[in-house]
């Protein structure tokens, strides 16, 4: 399903990171970066609140004040919690999402779809923090197990974007809502095997619906499917559909230097797609290097439980098109 805008608009974003973004090849992009993953908090949640509460704070400065109709937020804490703590003294309607990895453009979605005149302006925040989601879903980080090179490095950071129907900034034209999809994949180091046919999906059903080739879009940006996922991508749609991607990239592959950090198969979590989008694709669209990029951000819906049970771990992949003023 795809959803046609008219006169929607990401006015303003923020963006602040970890210390491993802020070393990244893209590190001089962000707003604002830690220099270690405590933050001045005492536990990996705290931080990872405090990463939309600083994101917010440097939003508020942007726009020159707080005045907001509805949040939209996602992380990947259990019952969201990361966004529900940062989010308790607002006291501002919000809505609690969760699209796994692919929550930042599922927020755009609705938050373009939910334009009123009693919602004008809409803020839509996503976070993740590494050492969060590695105890919630795999182990610890102090239990130092190994990994393979297929696993994905989840991203530390958080974001908030500005939507409204004021034409400025960059354009949000269309949507297309993602399918839940499972490859029967079962491995919970390699989330890109997972996720690439899910973006597969969503990127020629947004063609279909448009009517539109490939070649429409300066870019097509996919995250967080790594390495490996890349290149599953790409051969999946090229067999499955007879599309060459050409003008295709990763943020998964983007965010980090792959070849001096320690980071696998490269980044991943929700805020890996919109930490590359609004902090680097937004200045190339700003400046007219790009006019159309289409962000297909991309989430394993994984259960620690279900995994333990032996079951396959599902997908989906939300896109949003984009367009410079």
Not at 87 to 105: D, K, L, R
Request: charged share 20%.
């Amino acid at each position: 399903m795809t959803i046609k805008y008219n006169n929607v608009y990401i006015n303003t974003t923020s963006t602040v990171t970890g210390p491993y973004e802020a070393n990244g090849p893209l590190g001089s992009y962000f707003d604002k970066s830690f220099n270690d993953l405590y933050m001045g908090e005492k536990t990996w949640e705290d931080a990872e609140s405090k990463l939309i509460k600083e994101a917010l704070e440097i939003l508020y400065e942007k726009i020159g004040n707080k005045d907001i109709d509805l949040f939209i937020s996602g992380d990947l804490s259990n019952q969201l919690a990361a966004s529900n703590y940062a989010f308790m003294g607002e006291n501002i309607p919000f809505i609690g999402i969760y699209a796994a990895c692919a929550s930042s453009t599922l927020g755009l979605a609705l938050a373009g779809s939910l334009l009123s005149k009693e919602t004008e302006k809409i803020v839509t925040t996503v976070c993740s923090h590494n050492n969060a989601a590695e105890k919630q879903f795999r182990y610890p980080v102090e239990y130092g197990g190994p990994k393979p090179k297929t696993t994905t490095f989840t991203a530390t950071g958080g974001v908030s974007a500005l939507i409204s129907h004021k034409k400025e900034g960059i354009c949000l034209e269309s949507a297309t809502i993602g399918k839940v999809i499972n490859s029967n994949i079962t491995d919970v180091y390699h989330m890109g095997a997972v996720m690439a046919p899910a973006a597969a999906d969503t990127i020629y059903r947004h063609l279909l619906d448009t009517g539109r080739s490939i070649n429409y879009y300066d870019l097509i940006l996919t995250g967080d499917l790594g390495i490996y996922g890349k290149e599953i991508l790409q051969e999946y749609m090229l067999k499955e559909y007879g599309i060459t991607m050409q003008n295709y990239n990763d943020t998964g592959t983007m965010l980090y230097n792959l070849q001096k950090q320690p980071v696998y198969a490269g980044a991943s979590g929700p805020v890996c797609a919109p930490l590359v989008t609004y902090g680097y694709i937004f200045k190339e669209m700003q400046k007219k290097k790009l006019k159309r990029v289409l962000v297909v951000a991309t989430g394993a819906l994984m259960s620690p439980a279900r995994v333990n049970e032996k079951e396959s771990i599902p997908a989906i992949a939300h896109a949003v098109s984009l367009e410079a003023i």
